[in-house]
């Protein structure tokens, strides 16, 4: 009787682990990049050769509750570099960025 009780508490809690993880939007994974701070220095150019959006499940909490969703930018060494982008210089990089990428994907 004492083994049928513990094998059911058991399974319980497999099961509720389970709900949680299957309950969340994107599931178990965690984001790759998650930007808290952003550089103030302008990158030149000439060194970035991609960049991301942070994941929505690392968004910073800016005033009035508004999310942050800051660019990360990658460099030709391969350093992330987390951006603000509201920035001006940072806008111009991506939209670079994005014509440079179509124009090599279009046939």
Known sequence: MKVSGVVLSLVLIIAALC????????GPSTPTTCCFEFTTRKIPLKLVVSYEITSSRCAKEAPLNKHLFFHSFVTRRGFQICTNPKEQWVQDIR??????????QSP
């Open 19 to 26: 709900c949680q993880v299957h309950a969340s939007p994107d």
């Open 95 to 104: 939209n670079h960025l994005d014509k440079k990428n179509a124009k090599t």
